[in-house]
C-alpha cells in the first residue's frame, strides 16, 4: 500500500558527483541566447496586429539611468557586462522620437481640422479652395512622416525597449558585494567515514528510492510518507504566523515567466508546452509547466491587480510542485538537480519597498524558516548571497544549507529572496495611495526542496533512515507513531 504513494518525476541524464556550487551558479545566471522573436512582456507595434498585448509593463528607467555610476558598478558586481551609457542614449533618442511623433499627431490632427471646417464651407472662394489644397498637401507629408516615425519607434521596441527589460533589479544594501557571508551556524558539522557513499546509493539499498534520471524516480516507503510529512510540518509553522495557504496552477503564460526574469524561448530555463491547442504556432505567448508551488504561480495570481493598501501585508505559501528544467552545460547529481521537486513556497507583498516593514517581514520569514529548519536537521547554515550570485531579478538572496558528506559541501534546501518592485512594475501590480498609484514590494522563496532535504539526510545517515522526531510525529507509519 506504502508503495503506492510513489512520487514520479523526470529528469534528464544519470547520476554523477559534481561541484554543487557549479550547479548554483548556472542556474541563477540566465543563458543568452539569439532570439528572433519579439517580448512576450512587451509587444512592439508591428507585432500588435498578431500578438495581443496584456500589458505595457511599468519602465523606470528615469529612476534607473539617474545614477550612471551605481547602475554600472551593480551591472558589474552582477558580472554583467552591458554599456549603460549607450543605453541611456538609445533611450533618449527612443523618446525624442516619441515626442517628435506626438507632436506630428498634433498637426496632422490640427490641419484635418482646418481642411474640414473648409469643406464643409457652402460657399467657398478661390482662395479658400487654394488654401484647401495647400492643407491637403501639407497632411499628406504629414502622414508619410507619421508612417516612417512610426516603424522607425517599432524598431527601436524591439531593440531598446527589451534591452532595458534586461537589467537586473537594484541590489539590496544588504548585499554582500564580493563574497557571501554566513550569517548563522546551527550545530556542528558531523564526523563521517572515509567511504561515503550517494545518497542515491543509499536509498536504493534501504528500499526508499528508485532513480532513473533527474526526471524520472520515485520515493519509496518511509520517503515517499516523509515528503508528505515534512510538507505538512512546514504548513503548520506559516499558518501559526498567520500565513494564507493557497493552491497554485501549475502552468502559465510566457508574459509572467519573462517578467519573472526567465527566458520563456529558453527550454533550459522553463519547461516549454509545445503544441498547445489555445496557442497560435510562432506566438511568442505560449504555455509552461512551473508548478502549483513557485514564484510564477504566485504571480499570476496579482498580475495587473488593484489591491486595496488596506490588505497590506499579504503573506501566502504553498506546497506543491515545482518544475525546473536542468539548466545546459549541467551535470545531473541525483536529487540534487531533480528537475520535479515537491516544495514549500513563501510569498509576502508589503507596500513599500523603503519602508522599516519590507526589511522586519523579511526578517520575520527568514525566522520561520530558521524554525522549520531546526526541527529538520541537527546542523544547518543561513547564507546571505554575494551580487555575481544573485539571479537577475533578485535584490538579495539568503540560502539555507545543508553538508551533503559524498559532495563534500553545502548543499542549498531553500532560500529567501527580496525582489523590490521589480516584479510588480513589470506585471503592474499595484495598489491606490493618495497621490495616485504605487508598486508594492515582494518578498519571496522556496524555503525548502524536499528531494534535496532527503538526500543529505541520507547521506549523514547511510545505515538507516532517521526521520525527525517532529516530523515523525507527522509520519503516517506504525513504525513512526509517536509515543
Given at each position: 500500500m506504502i508503495n503506492n504513494l510513489y512520487n514520479s518525476t523526470r529528469a534528464l541524464q544519470r547520476t554523477c558527483r559534481i561541484s554543487m556550487r557549479d550547479v548554483r551558479r548556472k542556474v541563477f545566471f540566465p543563458i543568452n541566447l539569439k532570439r528572433n522573436y519579439s517580448s512576450a512582456l512587451y509587444i512592439s507595434g508591428n507585432k500588435a496586429y498578431k500578438a495581443f498585448a496584456f500589458l505595457s509593463p511599468y519602465l523606470d528607467c528615469d529612476e534607473r539611468f539617474a545614477n550612471m555610476d551605481k547602475l554600472q558598478k551593480e551591472l558589474v558586481?552582477?558580472?554583467?557586462?552591458?554599456?549603460?551609457?549607450?543605453?541611456?542614449?538609445?533611450?533618449?533618442?527612443?523618446?525624442?522620437?516619441?515626442?517628435?511623433?506626438?507632436?506630428?499627431?498634433?498637426?496632422?490632427?490640427?490641419?484635418?481640422?482646418?481642411?474640414?471646417?473648409?469643406?464643409?464651407?457652402?460657399?467657398?472662394?478661390?482662395?479658400?479652395?487654394?488654401?484647401?489644397?495647400?492643407?491637403?498637401?501639407?497632411?499628406?507629408?504629414?502622414?508619410?512622416?507619421?508612417?516612417?516615425?512610426?516603424?522607425?519607434?517599432?524598431?527601436?521596441?524591439?531593440?531598446?525597449?527589451?534591452?532595458?527589460?534586461?537589467?537586473?533589479?537594484?541590489?539590496?544594501?544588504?548585499?554582500?558585494?564580493?563574497?557571501?557571508?554566513?550569517?548563522?551556524?546551527?550545530?556542528?558539522?558531523?564526523?563521517?567515514?572515509?567511504?561515503?557513499?550517494?545518497?542515491?546509493?543509499?536509498?536504493?539499498?534501504?528500499?526508499?528510492?528508485?532513480?532513473?534520471?533527474?526526471?524520472?524516480?520515485?520515493?519509496?516507503?518511509?520517503?515517499?510518507?516523509?515528503?508528505?510529512?515534512?510538507?505538512?510540518?512546514?504548513?503548520?509553522?506559516?499558518?501559526?504566523?498567520?500565513?494564507?495557504?493557497?493552491?497554485?496552477?501549475?502552468?502559465?503564460?510566457?508574459?509572467?515567466?519573462?517578467?519573472?526574469?526567465?527566458?520563456?524561448?529558453?527550454?533550459?530555463?522553463?519547461?516549454?508546452?509545445?503544441?498547445?491547442?489555445?496557442?497560435?504556432?510562432?506566438?511568442?505567448?505560449?504555455?509552461?509547466?512551473?508548478?502549483?508551488?513557485?514564484?510564477?504561480?504566485?504571480?499570476?495570481?496579482?498580475?495587473?491587480?488593484?489591491?486595496?493598501?488596506?490588505?497590506?501585508?499579504?503573506?501566502?505559501?504553498?506546497?506543491?510542485?515545482?518544475?525546473?528544467?536542468?539548466?545546459?552545460?549541467?551535470?545531473?547529481?541525483?536529487?540534487?538537480?531533480?528537475?520535479?521537486?515537491?516544495?514549500?513556497?513563501?510569498?509576502?507583498?508589503?507596500?513599500?519597498?523603503?519602508?522599516?516593514?519590507?526589511?522586519i517581514r523579511f526578517n520575520e520569514l527568514l525566522e520561520n524558516v530558521c524554525r522549520l529548519y531546526d526541527d529538520l536537521c541537527d546542523h544547518y547554515r543561513v547564507v546571505m548571497r554575494s551580487a555575481s550570485e544573485l539571479q537577475p531579478c533578485e535584490g538579495l538572496r539568503v540560502s539555507f544549507e545543508m553538508w551533503s558528506p559524498f559532495a563534500n559541501q553545502y548543499i542549498e534546501i531553500g532560500h529567501v529572496s527580496a525582489y523590490g518592485n521589480y516584479f510588480s512594475k513589470r506585471l503592474l501590480i499595484a495598489y491606490q495611495t493618495p497621490c495616485g498609484r504605487d508598486f508594492p514590494a515582494v518578498i519571496s522563496g522556496t524555503v525548502l526542496s524536499v528531494p534535496r532535504l532527503l538526500a543529505c539526510l541520507l547521506e549523514q545517515n547511510p545505515n538507516k533512515f532517521v526521520i525527525p522526531p517532529k516530523i515523525a510525529d507527522l509520519v503516517l507509519s506504525d513504525d513512526y507513531i509517536a509515543t
Open positions: 558586481l552582477r558580472g554583467m557586462n552591458v554599456d549603460v551609457v549607450q543605453l541611456k542614449n538609445a533611450w533618449n533618442f527612443y523618446l525624442k522620437m516619441v515626442t517628435d511623433r506626438s507632436a506630428l499627431e498634433d498637426n496632422n490632427s490640427e490641419l484635418a481640422g482646418r481642411v474640414r471646417r473648409l469643406w464643409e464651407s457652402v460657399d467657398r472662394t478661390a482662395e479658400q479652395e487654394q488654401e484647401m489644397h495647400k492643407l491637403r498637401t501639407q497632411l499628406n507629408i504629414i502622414r508619410q512622416d507619421l508612417k516612417t516615425i512610426r516603424e522607425a519607434i517599432w524598431d527601436l521596441d524591439e531593440d531598446v525597449i527589451e534591452r532595458i527589460l534586461k537589467l537586473p533589479n537594484e541590489l539590496d544594501r544588504r548585499t554582500p558585494v564580493n563574497e557571501s557571508v554566513v550569517l548563522k551556524i546551527v550545530g556542528s558539522t558531523p564526523k563521517f567515514e572515509e567511504n561515503r557513499r550517494s545518497h542515491i546509493d543509499i536509498g536504493t539499498s534501504l528500499d526508499l528510492l528508485e532513480y532513473k534520471n533527474p526526471m524520472y524516480y520515485y520515493l519509496c516507503n518511509d520517503a515517499a510518507l516523509f515528503e508528505l510529512a515534512v510538507l505538512a510540518h512546514a504548513s503548520r509553522i506559516f499558518n501559526e504566523n498567520d500565513m494564507i495557504k493557497i493552491i497554485g496552477t501549475d502552468f502559465s503564460r510566457s508574459l509572467v515567466v519573462e517578467a519573472s526574469g526567465l527566458n520563456h524561448e529558453d527550454p533550459t530555463a522553463t519547461f516549454v508546452i509545445e503544441n498547445h491547442n489555445e496557442i497560435e504556432r510562432g506566438s511568442p505567448n505560449r504555455m509552461h509547466l512551473v508548478g502549483g508551488a513557485s514564484l510564477v504561480s504566485f504571480l499570476i495570481l496579482h498580475t495587473k491587480q488593484l489591491i486595496n493598501p488596506n490588505h497590506f501585508p499579504l503573506k501566502y505559501f504553498a506546497t506543491g510542485r515545482q518544475y525546473m528544467p536542468l539548466p545546459r552545460d549541467t551535470h545531473t547529481c541525483g536529487l540534487f538537480t531533480a528537475c520535479q521537486a515537491s516544495v514549500a513556497h513563501a510569498f509576502v507583498m508589503v507596500k513599500d519597498v523603503k519602508s522599516e516593514e519590507y526589511e
